[in-house]
Structure formats: structure tokens, C-alpha cells
């Protein structure tokens, strides 16, 4: 078994969120940071914003940011932005348990319903977060409707606290000018970017230990290929190496050298540029200097013979 080729006692890059194998770069910590600072305003209210590329690791920032809440926190969670502003209010009602006898399809009542619930959590000092993931699939009016739920307050603070999750298209859609009253209400903002190649070892190292593994498989130049193949993205760099450990056992490799890697990521991802390209380049520069080079000697040793 390949998990036995390895010494594994479990695959070391499944893409299934597992809280066991969360590696947190210096950038997911600031990110994680930023959300609960903007969380932790409380009265402040508004909008707190995380973008990244896909993969880049927005949903394993969510489910720490979920379990580091403090206990007097609700939370309503939307994984599925897809929705009209009545469908995306229903689905809020349906995370806080507020009743919809009577309210589906019913706009006004949504809301009153909400602000009821809002003021209620209020009294009892609770705290009430709504987080919407993938939130550039929101359409402008779903967006306006949520810009709304933030005119919810007392005279002293804002009564809900809303979280954006999504990819770098959503810092566009707030940055026109039909969203930029939503622009202004947001106090807290963070870029989560890929992996530099220093944690991107890290981060292979630190997944192949929780699985077990005792000796690690890829070498130097297998570990710097996964990195710029993957573009330091997590998601992408699981796939790459549990495709690469694959091709090692499949031939008998006990080391997963650049070559497997390469072999792993033309079946993922498509053929890169070949490996021989870079030194083609490097012996055409050669080749040309040493062409200057003789022609210079020649030209040099023509003054001398003809003085």
C-alpha cells in the first residue's frame, strides 16, 4: 500500500479540511488576526473583508475564526451566496432558528423578524456575526440588501457584525461606485496571498509529520518544482504531492525527485515548460559571449598583425 511505502499512518494531503493539518503562514495568522479585531469591535459594527485566490485558504481562516469566537457569540453562516435578498434574508433566519411561518417570500417581515432577534441578543449580551463565504457570487442587490442589515442598531452600537469571505473579484465589486456606501462601512480588510517558497516546505513538512511520516520523501529540488508549479497555493500543492507520491510508489521510488513532480503536474495541471528550456537558455547566452568573445581576440589580433 502506498501509505505503508511511505510510512504513513493516514494520507498526508487530502484536500478535506482536517483542523489537525492546519499550518498557519505568518499570512494566514495576520488574516486570522484581522477578522477577529474587526469581530471584536463589537459596537462598531460594519463589515470585515478577507480575499485570496481559490485554495489560497479562506475556508481553513473560517473555521479557526469560527472555533476562537467567544461563547456569547451566534453566528450565522452562509456558504451559498447564490440568492435574491428575500432568499438570502430566509436563509440568515434559518441559521439564527428564527421562525418563517408566515415571513417566507415576505420582505418587511424578514427583516422585523431580525430586528427582533438582534435586539434580543442584545439584551442578553450576546453578539451576533453573519458570515457569508464566497461573497463575490453575490449579486449587487443581495450585497445592498446585506449593506442594509447594518442600519440594525441601538442608539449606542450596530447589532450585527458581518464577515465577506471571497476571491480578489469581490475587492472589485465593493470598489464601484454603486457599492461604495458598503466600501466605507468596512473596518477591517485583509489579501490573503500564496505560500513563499520557505512555507511552502513548511507547510509539506508540517502535513507529512501529522500523517505519520517519519522520513520525508521529496527532495530539494522535488520541494522548490511543487512550490512554482502549485504557486505556493495550498490546495494546489496537496494535490501535486499526493499525485507525486503516487508516481514514487507506483515506481518503486523510495525519494520523489523534480522529475515525478513534473510527471504530477502535466496530469494535473497541463505540460509546464520542459526543464531543459531554462539551460537551452542559459548555453545560448553562453555560446554568444564566447562569440564575443572570439571576435573580439580576432579583431585584437588583426591590429597587432597590421600595426
Known sequence: MILAHYGLREPAFSITPDPRFVFLSERHRDALAHLLFGIGQGGGGGFVQLTGEVGTGKTTICRLLLEQLPPNTRVALILNPLLSPVELLEAIARELHIPLRGRLGQHKRLVDALNTYLLQAYAE???????????????????????????????????????????????????????????????????????????SEGYLRHRFAVAGGTRFPFTAAAVRCLHQRA?????????????????????????IDARLVDQAAAEVLGPGPPRWRGKLRWLGLALVLAGVATLAWAAGGWHVAHP
Not at 248 to 255: K, M, R, S, T
Open 125 to 199: 449580551g450576546l453578539r451576533v456575526v453573519l458570515i457569508i463565504d464566497e461573497a463575490q457570487d453575490l449579486s449587487p442587490a443581495a450585497l445592498e440588501q446585506v449593506r442594509l442589515l447594518t442600519n440594525l442598531e441601538t442608539p449606542a452600537q450596530k447589532l450585527l457584525q458581518i464577515v465577506l469571505l471571497g476571491q480578489p473579484e469581490l475587492r472589485d465589486m465593493i470598489a464601484t461606485r454603486e457599492l461604495r456606501q458598503l466600501a466605507q462601512r468596512i473596518t477591517a480588510r485583509f489579501h490573503l496571498t500564496p505560500l513563499d517558497a520557505a512555507e
Open 231 to 255: 504557486g505556493g497555493i495550498p490546495r494546489l500543492l496537496n494535490i501535486l504531492a499526493e499525485r507525486a507520491l503516487l508516481a514514487g510508489y507506483v515506481h518503486e521510488c523510495a525519494d
